[in-house]
């Protein structure tokens, strides 16, 4: 093999392993953000439950209920 071509080759193999480093650092940031989405869903769940539990004692002759359009 020529030179120039063992060059390219070492080349492409530095471009992949910088790109392999890249899509596991992105990979671990996205499994984080989704872990962190589901908590946060979690708690507005559990909000969202807590408020309707509140409304339902504030009025209990009118029970809050969504639209039908919901």
Do not use: K
Not at 45 to 70: C, I, K, M, S
């Amino acid at each position: 093999m020529s030179a120039e071509i063992e060059s390219r080759i070492t080349d492409l193999e530095t471009q992949i392993a910088h790109q392999s480093r890249t899509v596991e650092e992105l990979n671990e940031v996205v499994i984080a953000q989704a872990e962190l989405i589901d908590r946060m869903q979690r708690r507005l769940d559990a909000l969202e439950e807590e408020f309707q539990d509140l409304a339902d004692l504030a009025n209990p002759g009118h029970p809050v209920t969504r639209p039908p359009h919901y």
